[in-house]
């Protein structure tokens, strides 16, 4: 047998598994471990939560910043580090709405941050400030607006609280109605005491008429101003909203106005009749709806979400109110109104 007819053996599908099963046995770790295979360590992802917070306050102030050098900056790899930009896309905060979401881009081989959502200490507002807000958190009303107001003043520090409580009492926020406008001519008519005769829109009925009324005080009430006074033809002291007054002419007619004492006992709104409609709001539901007025909170959930309750609202209104938030509310109470839901609730999902 020539040499070159053993050296071409050597390659036979015999000896090639021959010489596998010998690395193969060389390879095995011994019983000593001298040569026993170290598997690397698992990943601590506490290791990632520290580059990341390194690394998007870093781009933001590098911007364009190269791969290569925010590698290096972070003691990682380059793909290590694209894997974690890939990860910080994937974090918001609810409700996870596009602008919610951190935006970081790699244009060539340059990192930049669009908007980093940085954690930033709440303003510290002065005494001058939080009175200004105060201000016109009074002038746009609502239910919430006194809350706005504690906490406006809640924000000064403790030493200058009350300077706050008295600019909140020395400042108007908003201009004086011009003197011909219709709220010009009422406050006129109130502090003069003269009867007016007001141009009024009905939506109920869809029609104008004309009503003579003693005005007695403009009040605010659920985002609405109201002229509250003594109706001639119904013979009472109702409110009337400004929105559907079309025109207001002062008379010559004047009048003596309820006392003080009087007018904080009127009824300056119609009590509610019935009973209270109670909904239960998931978390994401109740952020919305808390910050409408006309809802008082019954039960606070632990996982942030509410059961509210709403007087004189009807099932039809209820139902409306509880399914804008798209499965996120339900009517819980009283039962005629709990019925009303549930039935509104079979015929959609009747029609899928």
Known sequence: MSPRAVKSGASTPAARAAKAAKAAKAAKPGKSGAARAKAPPPKDARDRLRRVLFLVPYAVKNPGIPVKELAQRCGVSEAELL????????VGCPPFAPDD?????????????????SLTRPPRFTESEAAALAAAARAL???????????LRESV??????????????????SPPAPNSVLGRLRRAVAERREVRLRYFTPSRSEEKDRV????????QFGHWYLFGHDAARGKAIPFRLDRVRSADVLDTRFEPPTAAELARARLFSEPAGDAVRI??????????????????????????ATVEIQGASDDWATRFALSFGGGAEVVAPPAARRHFAEAVRRALGRY
């Open 157 to 174: 520090p403790r030493d200058r609280r009350k300077s706050f409580d008295e600019l909140v009492g020395r400042i108007y926020a908003g």
């Open 213 to 220: 009324v003693r005005p007695y005080t403009i009040a605010q």
């Open 83 to 90: 894997e974690d930009l890939d990860f910080l896309l994937g």
């Open 280 to 305: 239960r709001l998931d978390p994401l539901a109740a952020r919305w709806a808390l910050a409408r007025p006309g809802l008082r909170v019954v039960e606070r959930a632990e996982d942030g979400g």
């Open 141 to 151: 009303g609502g239910e919430g607006a006194e809350r706005a107001v504690e906490a």
């Open 101 to 117: 979401f951190l935006d970081l881009y790699v244009e060539g081989d340059r990192v930049y941050v669009a908007l980093h959502q």
